[in-house]
C-alpha cells in the first residue's frame, strides 16, 4: 500500500578518504545535542552535508537517520511518508500508524500525527539523530507546522538537524531563548585561511605557495565548493603562480563562473555533453543517463566511473554504487552551461526521454518532474491517465490529488478520466458536493465527445460515475438506485481488471443498504475472484466487505473466516488499519455470540488506536468494552478507557468522535452507578437523527433513561429507541435491529405494558438466536429473565428462548463467583437479594409486596436491612451501590 519510496532518499553522502577533517565544527556538533534541534544554515556549496555526514560518522551510542528532501516533498502526506521512512532505518516498526494514517485519513491532525511519532519515539532505547537535508526546498506551511510541533515535544531520544540554505520559516527566536537550538552558519562554516591552505597542501602535487592560498581565500572568501573547483582546475599543472595570477585578472568575473569554466574546458567533449546532459537529473545511474542520452548503458557507465574517479562532485546515493547525483552547487552550475549550449528544443527533449525511462520503471513522480519542466501538460495528463486505476487501488489519494494539481484546470475539465479521479479524491474526503460537480462535469463530457472514448473506456467511466452518484445521492428512490446499482455491475464484471476497488465497494455497500445482501456478495466474491492483480490493501478492503456481508446475512463462520484471513495478511503485511477494522469486525461476532474473551481481545486493539479509523470504529467497540466490564463487575476499567479514549478524540479534533465519546462516559458513569451523573448527559442531550452505525448516543440515552426508570425518562428513552428503529430498519444489520428490538422490549415492560414487551423482545429472540445471537440479550439482569421465560409459554419462542436462558443462569453463576469478597459489605439474605432486584426495576414497596406475596411490613423490613448493609440511606443508592459491587448486572 505504501507508495514506491526512493531509498537513495535516506543515504547521507558517501565521503571518500579525502575530505578536509574539520575538528572545530565536529566539536560544535556534538555540543548541539543537548538541544533539540540543530540548524545548519549557509549557501550552496559550503559543505554543510559533508560536515554533518562527517559528524553522523563519528557519533558513538546513537543512531542516525538521514532524509534528503526535494521539491516533491511539498507535500504533507509524502513529507510524512519519508520522515517515517526515514525513522524506521533505525527502529524499523516505529511509527507505522503515521504511515496509514497520512494514506487513508488526509484529515488527521497534526497535533495527532506528532502525538503518535513523540510517544513512538520516546519508547525507543537509543537515541536518535535525525537529520534533514535541503530544508530549503519545503516551503508547505503544514509542514513546518509540524516540525515546530515536533521539536517542541520531542522527546530526550530525538535530536533533529535541519540542514538548509537559508533559515525556515520556524519558530528560531523563541527556540533559542528556551536552549533549544543550536546553530552552524556561514561564518563558521566558511574555511579560514589555515583550513585553505590545509586543503590545499593535502590534495597538491607540490606545495602551494602563499600567494595562491592568500588569492583562493580572498576570492572564494572560505566557499568550500570553490576550493574545489580551483583543485580540479590546477589538477596536473605545476603553474601555480600563474594559475593565481589569470584567477586574479578575471576579477571581473564571478569567480564560480571562471573556476566551473576551467574544469570543463579541461574535460573531452563527451564528458562535458554527459555532464550537463545529466544535470537535468535530481539522480541517476546508468541506464537512466544511456537513455537521456541516446548512448548505450557501459558508455554511461564508463563516464560515470571516469566522473568518480577524477573526483568532479558526484555523489553515490546507494551503497553498493547505482545511484548517483552531483553536488547541488555543480549541478546549478551546469544547467546555467545546459541553457547555454543547447535549445529549448534540445533541452525538451532530454526531459521527455527521462520522463519515458522513469515512467517505464514506475517512478511516476519524477517522470511528471521532468514533463512539468518542459512544460507538456498534455504528456502529464496522459500520463496520470495511464496510472490513476492503480493509484486508487492503492488507497493512494494524497498522491493521486498532488499529481492532479500539476494539471491547468482548463485541460482538466477536458479530461474525463481526470476529472472522475479527482471526484474520487474528493469522495474519499467526504466533499460531495465538489464530487457532485466534477462527476457531471465527466458525464458531460463522456455523452458530447463519446467517439474519443474506446469501448472499455465508456463503460467503465459510466460505472464509475453511476457509482459516485450513488454515493453522493442519498435520498434515491430505492428502485432507482437498485436498477443503478445492476447497470454499473453489468459494465464493470467485464472490465474488473481495468478498475478500482473504490467503485466495486461502492456498488456492493449500497445493495447492502437497499437489503440485497446476495447481490452485494455476488459483487465482491466476483471482484475477489477475477481481480487477483490489484494490489494487497484492495483485496483486502473487498475481503473486509465480503465478511460484513456474511455478517450481515446471519453467516457467522464466513464472516470470522474473511475478517480472520484479512488479519493474517495485515499482521504479514503490516496493512495497520486492514489489521484494526478485521478486529473491528471479529470483536462484533464474538460479541453477539458471547464469546467474551475474543471479545475483549478485540475491542482492545481498536480502542487503542482510534486515530486509525477516524475514532468511528472505536465508538463502537468502546461501547461494547464498557457493557462487557459491567457484565464481568469490572466497572471501573471503563472510565480508565474512557479517559484514555477522550485524549485521543481531543487530538484529533473531530467533534462527532468528540461526542461519542462523551456519551461514552455517561454510559460508563451508568455502569460505576452514578446514576444522577449520567441522567444530567441524557437529559442535556438534544435529540438528533442517526446517519452512521457508528453513532452510539441514542443507545446509549435510551440506556441511562431506563436506568432511571421514571415515566417522563421512559418517554423520552421511547423516543431514542423509536429513532434506533427507524435507522435500523432500513440499515439491514441484524444484531443492531435485535438491540434496539431488546431496548423497546424494556421500555414497554418498565411502563407496564408487558404484552407490547413481549411481542418486542419475540421479535428480537427471532431474528437473533437462530444466528447465534444470544450475546445480544446478556447484561440486562433479572427483569431479561422475567421476560424470557414469558415467551417459554410460546410454542415458536420456546426452544430459542430456553437457549437464551441457559447461557443467563451460566453468566449469573460465573459473575456471582468472580465477585471480590473483599469489597462487599455483610452478605444480602435470597430474599433481600430479590427485593433488591426490584427495587432496582422501580418496583414500589406495594408492587414488591404484591410481587413476592409479602406484607408491606414485611418490604419495609427487608428494605431498612438492605440500607444498612449496604451502608446507604434511599433505594436509589442502594442500587447504585449494588452495581458498583456487583451484585446486580449491568443497567441496560
Same mark, same amino acid.
Given at each position: 500500500?505504501?507508495?514506491?519510496?526512493?531509498?537513495?532518499?535516506?543515504?547521507?553522502?558517501?565521503?571518500?578518504?579525502?575530505?578536509?577533517?574539520?575538528?572545530?565544527?565536529?566539536?560544535?556538533?556534538?555540543?548541539?545535542?543537548?538541544?533539540?534541534?540543530?540548524?545548519?544554515?549557509?549557501?550552496?556549496?559550503?559543505?554543510?552535508?559533508?560536515?554533518?555526514?562527517?559528524?553522523?560518522?563519528?557519533?558513538?551510542?546513537?543512531?542516525?537517520?538521514?532524509?534528503?528532501?526535494?521539491?516533491?516533498?511539498?507535500?504533507?502526506?509524502?513529507?510524512?511518508?519519508?520522515?517515517?521512512?526515514?525513522?524506521?532505518?533505525?527502529?524499523?516498526?516505529?511509527?507505522?500508524?503515521?504511515?496509514?494514517?497520512?494514506?487513508?485519513?488526509?484529515?488527521?491532525?497534526?497535533?495527532?500525527?506528532?502525538?503518535?511519532?513523540?510517544?513512538?519515539?520516546?519508547?525507543?532505547?537509543?537515541?536518535?539523530?535525525?537529520?534533514?537535508?535541503?530544508?530549503?526546498?519545503?516551503?508547505?506551511?503544514?509542514?513546518?507546522?509540524?516540525?515546530?510541533?515536533?521539536?517542541?515535544?520531542?522527546?530526550?531520544?530525538?535530536?533533529?538537524?535541519?540542514?538548509?540554505?537559508?533559515?525556515?520559516?520556524?519558530?528560531?527566536?523563541?527556540?533559542?531563548?528556551?536552549?533549544?537550538?543550536?546553530?552552524?552558519?556561514?561564518?563558521?562554516?566558511?574555511?579560514?585561511?589555515?583550513?585553505?591552505?590545509?586543503?590545499?597542501?593535502?590534495?597538491?602535487?607540490?606545495?602551494?605557495?602563499?600567494?595562491?592560498?592568500?588569492?583562493?581565500?580572498?576570492?572564494?572568501?572560505?566557499?568550500?565548493?570553490?576550493?574545489?573547483?580551483?583543485?580540479?582546475?590546477?589538477?596536473?599543472?605545476?603553474?601555480?603562480?600563474?594559475?593565481?595570477?589569470?584567477?586574479?585578472?578575471?576579477?571581473?568575473?564571478?569567480?564560480?563562473?571562471?573556476?566551473?569554466?576551467?574544469?570543463?574546458?579541461?574535460?573531452?567533449?563527451?564528458?562535458?555533453?554527459?555532464?550537463?546532459?545529466?544535470?537535468?537529473?535530481?539522480?541517476?545511474?546508468?541506464?537512466?543517463?544511456?537513455?537521456?542520452?541516446?548512448?548505450?548503458? =557501459?558508455?554511461?557507465?564508463?563516464?560515470? &566511473?571516469? /566522473? %568518480?574517479?577524477?573526483? +568532479?562532485?558526484?555523489?553515490? *546515493? $546507494?551503497?553498493? #554504487?547505482?545511484?548517483?547525483?552531483?553536488?547541488?552547487?555543480?549541478?546549478?552550475?551546469?544547467?546555467?552551461?545546459?541553457?547555454?549550449?543547447?535549445?529549448?528544443?534540445?533541452?525538451? =527533449?532530454?526531459?521527455?526521454?527521462?520522463? &519515458?525511462? /522513469? %515512467?517505464?520503471?514506475? +517512478?511516476?513522480?519524477?517522470? *511528471? $518532474?521532468?514533463? #512539468?519542466?518542459?512544460?507538456?501538460?498534455?504528456?502529464?495528463?496522459?500520463?496520470?491517465?495511464?496510472?490513476?486505476?492503480?493509484?486508487?487501488?492503492?488507497?493512494?489519494?494524497?498522491?493521486?490529488?498532488?499529481?492532479?494539481?500539476?494539471?491547468?484546470?482548463?485541460?482538466?475539465?477536458?479530461?474525463?478520466?481526470? *476529472?472522475?479521479?479527482? #471526484?474520487?479524491?474528493?469522495?474519499?474526503?467526504?466533499?460531495?458536493?465538489?464530487?457532485?460537480?466534477?462527476?457531471?462535469?465527466?458525464?458531460?463530457?463522456?455523452?458530447?465527445?463519446?467517439?474519443?472514448?474506446?469501448?472499455?473506456?465508456?463503460?467503465?467511466?459510466?460505472?464509475?460515475?453511476?457509482?459516485?452518484? *450513488?454515493?453522493?445521492?442519498?435520498?434515491?428512490?430505492?428502485?432507482?438506485?437498485?436498477?443503478?446499482?445492476?447497470?454499473?455491475?453489468?459494465?464493470?464484471?467485464?472490465?474488473?481488471?481495468?478498475?478500482?476497488?473504490?467503485?466495486?465497494?461502492?456498488?456492493?455497500?449500497?445493495?447492502?443498504?437497499?437489503?440485497?445482501?446476495?447481490?452485494?456478495?455476488?459483487?465482491?466474491?466476483?471482484?475477489?475472484?477475477?481481480?487477483?492483480?490489484?494490489?494487497?490493501?484492495?483485496?483486502?478492503?473487498?475481503?473486509?466487505?465480503?465478511?460484513?456481508?456474511?455478517?450481515?446475512?446471519?453467516?457467522?463462520?464466513?464472516?470470522?473466516?474473511?475478517?480472520?484471513?484479512?488479519?493474517?495478511?495485515?499482521?504479514?503485511?503490516?496493512?495497520?488499519?486492514?489489521?484494526?477494522?478485521?478486529?473491528?469486525?471479529?470483536?462484533?461476532?464474538?460479541?453477539?455470540?458471547?464469546?467474551?474473551?475474543?471479545?475483549?481481545?478485540?475491542?482492545?486493539?481498536?480502542?487503542?488506536?482510534?486515530?486509525?479509523?477516524?475514532?468511528?470504529?472505536?465508538?463502537?467497540?468502546?461501547?461494547?468494552?464498557?457493557?462487557?466490564?459491567?457484565?464481568?463487575?469490572?466497572?471501573?476499567?471503563?472510565?480508565?478507557?474512557?479517559?484514555?479514549?477522550?485524549?485521543?478524540?481531543?487530538?484529533?479534533?473531530?467533534?462527532?468522535?468528540?461526542?461519542?465519546?462523551?456519551?461514552?462516559?455517561?454510559?460508563?458513569?451508568?455502569?460505576?452507578?452514578?446514576?444522577?451523573?449520567?441522567?444530567?448527559?441524557?437529559?442535556?442531550?438534544?435529540?438528533?437523527?442517526?446517519?452512521?452505525?457508528?453513532?452510539?448516543?441514542?443507545?446509549?440515552?435510551?440506556?441511562?433513561?431506563?436506568?432511571?426508570?421514571?415515566?417522563?425518562?421512559?418517554?423520552?428513552?421511547?423516543?431514542?429507541?423509536?429513532?434506533?428503529?427507524?435507522?435500523?430498519?432500513?440499515?439491514?444489520?441484524?444484531?443492531?435491529?435485535?438491540?434496539?428490538?431488546?431496548?423497546?422490549?424494556?421500555?414497554?415492560?418498565?411502563?407496564?405494558?408487558?404484552?407490547?414487551?413481549?411481542?418486542?423482545?419475540?421479535?428480537?429472540?427471532?431474528?437473533?438466536?437462530?444466528?447465534?445471537?444470544?450475546?445480544?440479550?446478556?447484561?440486562?439482569?433479572?427483569?431479561?429473565?422475567?421476560?424470557?421465560?414469558?415467551?417459554?409459554?410460546?410454542?415458536?419462542?420456546?426452544?430459542?428462548?430456553?437457549?437464551?436462558?441457559?447461557?443467563?443462569?451460566?453468566?449469573?453463576?460465573?459473575?456471582?463467583?468472580?465477585?471480590?469478597?473483599?469489597?462487599?459489605?455483610?452478605?444480602?439474605?435470597?430474599?433481600?437479594?430479590?427485593?433488591?432486584?426490584?427495587?432496582?426495576?422501580?418496583?414500589?414497596?406495594?408492587?414488591?409486596?404484591?410481587?413476592?406475596?409479602?406484607?408491606?411490613?414485611?418490604?419495609?423490613?427487608?428494605?431498612?436491612?438492605?440500607?444498612?448493609?449496604?451502608?446507604?440511606?434511599?433505594?436509589?443508592?442502594?442500587?447504585?451501590?449494588?452495581?458498583?459491587?456487583?451484585?446486580?448486572?449491568?443497567?441496560?
Amino acid at each position: 500500500m505504501t507508495p514506491s519510496l526512493l531509498r537513495t532518499k535516506f543515504q547521507k553522502p558517501i565521503l571518500g578518504d579525502r575530505i578536509l577533517l574539520r575538528p572545530r565544527l565536529l566539536q560544535r556538533l556534538d555540543e548541539g545535542l543537548a538541544a533539540k534541534v540543530t540548524l545548519v544554515t549557509a549557501a550552496a556549496g559550503y559543505g554543510k552535508s559533508t560536515v554533518v555526514g562527517s559528524w553522523i560518522d563519528a557519533l558513538a551510542a546513537r543512531h542516525d537517520a538521514w532524509l534528503s528532501l526535494d521539491e516533491e516533498d511539498n507535500h504533507f502526506p509524502r513529507f510524512l511518508l519519508y520522515l517515517v521512512a526515514a525513522i524506521n532505518t533505525c527502529y524499523p516498526h516505529c511509527c507505522q500508524d503515521v504511515s496509514q494514517l497520512v494514506q487513508e485519513h488526509t484529515d488527521a491532525t497534526i497535533e495527532m500525527l506528532t502525538t503518535v511519532i513523540v510517544n513512538d519515539l520516546a519508547q525507543q532505547a537509543t537515541p536518535l539523530v535525525l537529520v534533514l537535508d535541503d530544508v530549503h526546498r519545503i516551503n508547505d506551511a503544514a509542514i513546518f507546522a509540524f516540525l515546530t510541533r515536533l521539536i517542541e515535544y520531542a522527546p530526550s531520544q530525538l535530536h533533529l538537524v535541519l540542514i538548509s540554505r537559508v533559515d525556515p520559516p520556524l519558530p528560531l527566536n523563541r527556540w533559542r531563548a528556551r536552549g533549544f537550538l543550536s546553530e552552524l552558519r556561514l561564518h563558521d562554516l566558511s574555511f579560514s585561511r589555515a583550513e585553505t591552505a590545509e586543503f590545499l597542501r593535502g590534495h597538491l602535487d607540490h606545495e602551494p605557495p602563499a600567494a595562491l592560498i592568500d588569492t583562493l581565500h580572498r576570492r572564494t572568501e572560505g566557499w568550500v565548493v570553490g576550493n574545489w573547483l580551483a583543485l580540479l582546475a590546477l589538477r596536473g599543472r605545476t603553474d601555480y603562480a600563474e594559475f593565481a595570477l589569470h584567477f586574479e585578472e578575471n576579477a571581473g568575473r564571478y569567480a564560480a563562473d571562471y573556476l566551473v569554466d576551467e574544469v570543463l574546458s579541461a574535460q573531452p567533449a563527451d564528458v562535458q555533453r554527459f555532464l550537463v546532459s545529466t544535470a537535468i537529473l535530481n539522480r541517476f545511474c546508468a541506464e537512466l543517463s544511456a537513455a537521456v542520452l541516446q548512448i548505450d548503458s =557501459d558508455e554511461a557507465q564508463a563516464q560515470i &566511473a571516469y /566522473l %568518480a574517479r577524477v573526483n +568532479l562532485f558526484l555523489i553515490e *546515493l $546507494s551503497t553498493p #554504487a547505482f545511484w548517483y547525483r552531483y553536488h547541488h552547487q555543480f549541478q546549478d552550475m551546469l544547467l546555467s552551461r545546459l541553457q547555454m549550449r543547447y535549445g529549448q528544443a534540445a533541452i525538451a =527533449d532530454l526531459h521527455r526521454r527521462a520522463a &519515458a525511462w /522513469l %515512467a517505464a520503471h514506475r +517512478l511516476i513522480g519524477e517522470a *511528471l $518532474s521532468h514533463l #512539468a519542466a518542459i512544460p507538456d501538460h498534455a504528456a502529464i495528463a496522459d500520463l496520470i491517465e495511464q496510472q490513476r486505476v492503480n493509484t486508487l487501488n492503492e488507497l493512494a489519494f494524497w498522491e493521486l490529488e498532488a499529481w492532479l494539481s500539476q494539471v491547468p484546470q482548463p485541460l482538466l475539465n477536458q479530461r474525463a478520466h481526470l *476529472l472522475v479521479s479527482m #471526484a474520487w479524491v474528493k469522495h474519499d474526503r467526504v466533499d460531495n458536493e465538489a464530487c457532485r460537480d466534477l462527476s457531471e462535469r465527466a458525464k458531460i463530457l463522456l455523452q458530447h465527445e463519446s467517439a474519443l472514448f474506446s469501448e472499455t473506456d465508456r463503460q467503465v467511466l459510466t460505472a464509475e460515475l453511476i457509482a459516485l452518484e *450513488l454515493s453522493t445521492e442519498p435520498g434515491m428512490h430505492p428502485e432507482t438506485s437498485r436498477a443503478l446499482i445492476r447497470q454499473s455491475w453489468a459494465l464493470l464484471r467485464r472490465n474488473l481488471t481495468h478498475t478500482h476497488c473504490s467503485v466495486v465497494l461502492s456498488l456492493a455497500y449500497a445493495s447492502q443498504q437497499l437489503g440485497d445482501l446476495g447481490f452485494a456478495l455476488e459483487i465482491v466474491r466476483a471482484t475477489l475472484a477475477e481481480a487477483s492483480a490489484w494490489p494487497l490493501v484492495a483485496r483486502c478492503r473487498i475481503a473486509h466487505a465480503a465478511g460484513f456481508f456474511y455478517f450481515c446475512s446471519g453467516n457467522s463462520a464466513e464472516a470470522v473466516q474473511q475478517f480472520q484471513q484479512n488479519l493474517v495478511l495485515a499482521t504479514q503485511h503490516n496493512l495497520l488499519i486492514i489489521g484494526i477494522i478485521s478486529r473491528h469486525g471479529l470483536g462484533a461476532v464474538a460479541d453477539v455470540q458471547n464469546r467474551l474473551e475474543d471479545a475483549e481481545e478485540h475491542h482492545l486493539n481498536v480502542v487503542n488506536r482510534p486515530y486509525l479509523t477516524s475514532g468511528r470504529d472505536a465508538v463502537v467497540d468502546m461501547y461494547a468494552l464498557i457493557g462487557l466490564y459491567a457484565r464481568r463487575n469490572e466497572p471501573k476499567k471503563s472510565r480508565l478507557l474512557v479517559e484514555q479514549l477522550k485524549e485521543e478524540a481531543q487530538l484529533m479534533g473531530k467533534s462527532f468522535f468528540l461526542e461519542q465519546v462523551t456519551a461514552l462516559q455517561a454510559y460508563a458513569d451508568l455502569t460505576c452507578g452514578d446514576v444522577k451523573r449520567a441522567l444530567r448527559w441524557a437529559l442535556g442531550t438534544m435529540h438528533h437523527e442517526m446517519e452512521t452505525t457508528a453513532d452510539r448516543i441514542p443507545s446509549i440515552r435510551a440506556r441511562i433513561l431506563l436506568a432511571d426508570g421514571s415515566d417522563a425518562c421512559l418517554a423520552l428513552a421511547d423516543q431514542s429507541v423509536q429513532r434506533l428503529i427507524k435507522f435500523y430498519s432500513s440499515s439491514h444489520v441484524w444484531y443492531r435491529q435485535a438491540e434496539a428490538l431488546i431496548l423497546l422490549a424494556l421500555v414497554r415492560e418498565k411502563q407496564a405494558n408487558p404484552d407490547a414487551a413481549t411481542t418486542h423482545l419475540t421479535a428480537a429472540v427471532e431474528l437473533a438466536v437462530p444466528k447465534g445471537g444470544v450475546g445480544l440479550f446478556m447484561g440486562y439482569g433479572v427483569v431479561m429473565v422475567h421476560m424470557l421465560r414469558r415467551l417459554r409459554h410460546q410454542p415458536t419462542t420456546s426452544k430459542l428462548a430456553d437457549l437464551v436462558l441457559v447461557v443467563l443462569d451460566a453468566e449469573e453463576e460465573s459473575r456471582s463467583q468472580n465477585v471480590d469478597s473483599s469489597d462487599l459489605p455483610d452478605p444480602l439474605t435470597e430474599r433481600e437479594m430479590e427485593v433488591l432486584e426490584l427495587l432496582a426495576d422501580r418496583y414500589t414497596n406495594k408492587e414488591i409486596a404484591r410481587q413476592l406475596i409479602v406484607s408491606h411490613h414485611t418490604v419495609r423490613n427487608h428494605t431498612a436491612s438492605i440500607y444498612d448493609k449496604l451502608q446507604v440511606s434511599d433505594r436509589r443508592a442502594a442500587v447504585a451501590r449494588a452495581h458498583a459491587l456487583g451484585l446486580l448486572p449491568a443497567s441496560p
